[in-house]
């Protein structure tokens, strides 16, 4: 059974630009969350998805979105990056958004973004 | 607004000794605290996780623990091996509106020494 993928594995980008980060979740699995890791603040919540829709959000600004398709595969885009979005952003996959013992949360290498 | 400690933030062994990780919470009302280990570069794995209605939970050579009440957590590992080296972190899942969501204590970054 295929891991969460998570694509690509790092990126260099510029402020200013945009980016766009993909996240294939485990087959079956129909909640995905995004994360994002820096060494200062540590992982913080993005947001979840279930079947399509959002359904929690954390603290972040506008720029940060995302969306699911129908296979449950799921996109996150920063727009306008700035230096401090810097960081690594994992990707989780469950069944239903909230794991248990015999279903946990599976969670992707993650993307390495750098913005210069 | 929950926030989540570990302590300490680092830590070395000998390979042998048996070991006591800390994770400590705010706010009680919680649905699940888990416990994960995060390799160099890599995604997290859940080692264990407790439902807020439970106690402790086991998995071979770990142990963890839950105190809701007091709002503490422990993460016992036995006979650690130099494999055992990473950054473990807990992470609480809020009820309500916080469900689906997990907030991260920062971790403890552990060295097991050969």
């Known amino acids: 059974k295929a891991g969460v993928t998570q694509t690509p594995r790092y990126l260099i980008k510029t402020r200013g630009q945009q980016v766009t980060l993909s996240c294939s979740p485990i087959s079956g699995h129909r909640s995905v969350s995004w994360y994002q890791q820096t060494p200062g603040q540590g992982l913080q919540f993005l947001f979840e998805?279930?079947?399509?829709?959002?359904?929690n959000k954390g603290n972040f600004p506008g720029r940060f979105s995302g969306r699911q398709f129908s296979n449950s595969r799921s996109e996150m885009n920063v727009s306008t990056l700035e230096l401090g979005d810097s960081a690594l952003y994992l990707c989780?996959?469950?069944?239903?958004?909230?794991?248990?013992?015999?279903?946990?949360?599976?969670f992707g290498n993650g993307t390495r973004l750098t913005v210069t | 607004k929950q926030e989540v400690t570990q302590i300490p933030a680092a830590l070395s062994v000998p390979e042998g000794e048996n070991l006591v990780l800390n994770c400590s919470f705010t706010?009680?009302?919680?649905?699940?605290l888990q416990w994960f280990r995060q390799d160099p570069g890599k995604g997290l794995t859940s080692l264990l996780l407790?439902?807020?209605?439970?106690r402790e939970q086991t998995s071979g050579r770990l142990n963890a623990s839950l105190d809701k009440s007091s709002g503490r957590s422990t993460l016992y590992i036995a006979a650690s091996q130099p494999g055992d080296s990473a950054t473990y972190l807990c992470?609480?899942?809020?009820?309500?509106?916080?469900?689906?969501?997990?907030?991260f204590g920062q971790g403890t970054t552990l060295q097991v020494k050969p």
């Open positions: 992470a609480v899942m809020g009820l309500g509106s916080n469900t689906g969501k997990l907030i």
């Open positions: 998805y279930f079947s399509e829709t959002q359904r």
């Open positions: 706010d009680s009302a919680i649905y699940n």
């Open positions: 407790i439902q807020s209605s439970q």
């Open positions: 989780a996959s469950s069944l239903s958004g909230i794991p248990t013992s015999n279903s946990p949360l599976h």
